[in-house]
């Protein structure tokens, strides 16, 4: 969505890339699931952004670091990391 939006330049085309990328460094799919948007209906309202709030919630519930450079996800209690 940000590389469309042009706020994430990517060198290749993120279909193709992304899957690649994934596959080398190891990472696996995150599903949403019900226990996601439980902990999603507990977060306090700080951001405006659901999919940025879903990420939240998958990550307090996955036990999860979010890599982020948005100031309103560090104010939420769970583990971030600047980007």
């Known amino acids: 969505m940000k590389h469309g939006l042009g706020k994430l330049p990517m060198p290749r085309d993120p279909t193709v890339a992304i899957p690649v990328w994934a596959a080398a460094l190891g990472y696996r ?36 670091t979010l890599v982020t450079r948005d100031a309103l996800i560090h104010k939420y209690p769970v583990a971030t990391m600047a980007a």
């Open 29 to 64: 799919d995150l599903h949403i699931d019900r226990t996601h948007v439980l902990a999603l209906a507990r977060l306090p309202d700080i951001h405006r952004d659901p999919f940025d709030r879903i990420m939240v919630a998958q990550a307090v519930v996955e036990d999860l």
